[in-house]
């Protein structure tokens, strides 16, 4: 059983440097126990393989983790000489795309292990001397939480590789809870008043450079699903015919479904008259009240048309989730600026799946908004973009080179992202036509006029 409680990086309250220290030593410990149980899991076979040309080999994943430790951490924080510089080209993954890397040399596991685990010792003495203030990448313990999300982000990746595998299930978990006796009762959608509030962030610690600088964003009115699109509402689109209508669909994404091939959420499959997923090495029945998973934000979008709706827009689905009218203020977090709780969120690994809609009422945003933190990440309407006044830090590679209209944004994190690298103002992006990835979404409208 995976289950990685964690605390989610500083609060823009200063910290003592002993408590900071401290607080960076939790985060990488975790990000490390969570590493070793996605690999310690499966064979050398297995960590080899390339289970899907979309995915690297496990392995690479494991060596990756560490080459990025040692670049920031020990080279350009600490000041050290490389340990091994002949492997840099083979883990830098701008050098080689992911259906090459399974050609490259790279080392085997148990080489991996050791260069990662001989890393983190050196990185963690650095971390016991260092003053965590002085320089840029030190402040707040900036370098090392975002090595810590980093290696977070990694293993999200490889637990979609697992769910892309084939073989017997390596993996369990606890189901989540069932939802809450008011679900039935919930609203179909909220108003979010139109208005301005603060985007992005300026304040937060380890956010990164895409969540920078906040800005004043002016919206108008907006109703939006109070929870995530079930898997019994999207029945009801296919059912309908919607992966055969023309009509819902982008021209660029009925090209796509036509090439492809779709019919069903990615791992879905037609047994007779019910229809079935695989989760993590097991089929079952396709679970009518869980958000719907694994779908593109061209099915994202085509639904949203058939319903009569539209995916919202980044700024939108950050308005929902951040800000508090009674303040005007924007939140950390839906729930407020505490921490992500087990109360408040399906997050870090607890249950390998999404909780039923309608869960997680302590996790509710000011408005009555429901799981926006964790399940799925939700497909927004935007492309990604730099936010005004954005500066690449601290290096372009990480947001800069894939600002345009190629990316579509999601947010809020899935049941499989860690809360150190889930937050309010947190954007993940991904091409249109990804289905790999813990995706789902939830639609909006435009208040009627009258």
């Known amino acids: 059983m995976l289950n990685h409680d964690t605390t989610s990086g500083p609060t823009a309250v200063t910290h003592g440097t002993e408590q900071l220290r401290e607080l960076i030593a939790t985060e990488l410990i975790a990000a490390r126990s969570r590493t070793a149980a996605l690999t ?15 995915m690297s080999p496990l392995v690479w994943d494991l060596a990756h983790i560490g080459n990025q430790e040692e670049l ?8 050290r000489d490389p340990l091994h510089p002949e ?21 085997a596991p148990h080489e991996a292990r050791a260069y990662a685990h001989d890393v983190r010792g050196r990185v963690l003495d650095l971390l016991a001397a260092s003053p965590l203030e002085g320089a840029p990448l030190l402040d707040g313990g900036f370098a090392f939480g975002m090595i810590a999300q980093h290696e977070q982000q990694h293993d999200e990746t490889m637990l979609a590789t697992h769910q892309l595998r084939k073989g017997a299930a390596v993996l369990t978990a606890p189901a989540p809870p069932p939802a809450p006796a008011d679900t039935a009762a919930l609203p179909a959608e909220v108003l979010i008043p139109a208005g301005p509030f603060t985007m992005g962030t300026d304040t937060e610690p380890w ?24 898997n019994a509402a999207y029945l009801r689109f296919m059912a309908d015919g919607g992966y055969r209508d023309e009509r819902w669909w982008n021209p660029e994404g009925w090209e796509h ?6 019919v069903a959420p990615l791992f879905w499959s037609r047994d ?17 009240d869980e958000p719907v998973l694994h779908v593109s934000w061209y099915e994202a979008d085509a639904y949203a048309r058939w319903a009569g709706r539209r995916l919202p827009t980044e700024a939108e689905w950050e308005k929902a989730a951040r800000h508090d009218p009674a303040t005007g203020r924007s939140r950390r977090y839906p729930w407020g600026d505490a921490a992500p709780a087990p109360e408040h969120a399906n997050l870090d690994q607890r249950h390998l799946r999404p909780a039923p809609v309608g869960s997680y009422p302590q996790g509710a ?9 964790g399940d799925v990440w939700e497909w927004t309407a935007s492309d990604f973009r730099p936010y005004p006044g954005f500066t690449a830090w601290p290096y372009k590679e990480y947001s800069d080179v894939f600002f345009g209209p190629e990316y579509k944004v999601l947010r809020g994190g899935s049941f499989a992202v860690a809360p150190v690298a889930c937050r309010g103002t947190f954007r993940n992006w991904d091409y249109p036509i990804r289905r790999q990835i813990f995706s789902g979404f939830r639609t909006a409208r435009d208040p009627e006029r009258d």
């Open 365 to 373: 945003s000011p408005a009555g908004v429901r799981q926006l933190m």
């Open 207 to 230: 956010a990164l450079d895409n969540e920078r600088p906040a800005h004043e964003v002016e919206l108008a009115a907006f109703l939006l699903d109070t929870t995530p699109v079930d």
């Open 257 to 262: 479904r036509n090439r492809a091939g779709l």
């Open 72 to 79: 920031w951490l020990l080279r350009n924080v600490g000041g």
């Open 272 to 288: 007779g008259g019910q229809w079935l997923r695989r989760r993590f090495g097991v089929t079952e029945p396709v679970p009518l």
């Open 40 to 54: 310690d899991c499966v064979e050398e076979p297995d960590l080899t393989a390339q289970h899907s040309p979309l």
């Open 87 to 107: 492997i840099d080209p083979l883990y830098d993954a701008f050098e080689h795309p992911r259906a090459e890397r399974p050609s490259l040399p790279l080392l």
